[in-house]
Nanobody, 126 residues
Framework: QVQLVESGGGLVQPGGSLRLSCAASGFTLQYYAIGWFRQAPGKEREGVSCISSSDGNSYYADSVKGRFTISRDNAKNTVYLQMNSLKPEDTAVYYC???????????????????WGLGTQVTVSS
């Protein structure tokens, strides 16, 4: 059974850190582009970071560049999102996603991805 399962969310104070995990089952994650997205209440889903399948290059939204790091552990079939220096505006449900049919050509568009996890809540508040 194909699954993407996010974990690692929670409540953290501003300036704190969290590491999100996106664990895959039923397929080998390293052969697919993986994107991290987030969605705050009343806002559209936005791309945060992604890692390509072919060369493992990583990309970041300007809003998180220098604070977030995406990585992939092929042995664990898991992608991570290390989030440091968290801000209240980072509060959102975080999702990981991939695409099985075709190739992702625009990492930042949620419509490019055809399989999503259920998400994990991140709340940054004092």
């Amino acid at each position: 059974q194909v699954q993407l399962v996010e974990s690692g969310g929670g409540l953290v104070q501003p300036g704190g850190s969290l590491r999100l995990s996106c664990a895959a089952s039923g397929f080998t994650l390293q052969y697919y582009a993986i994107g991290w997205f987030r969605q705050a209440p009343g806002k559209e889903r936005e791309g945060v970071s992604c890692i390509s399948s072919s060369d493992g290059n990583s990309y970041y939204a300007d809003s998180v560049k220098g604070r977030f790091t995406i990585s992939r552990d092929n042995a664990k079939n898991t992608v991570y999102l290390q989030m440091n220096s968290l801000k209240p505006e980072d509060t959102a449900v975080y999702y990981c996603a991939t695409r099985f049919v075709g190739v992702v050509t625009n990492f930042w568009s949620p419509y490019e991805y055809d399989y999503w996890g259920l998400g994990t809540q991140v709340t940054v508040s004092s």
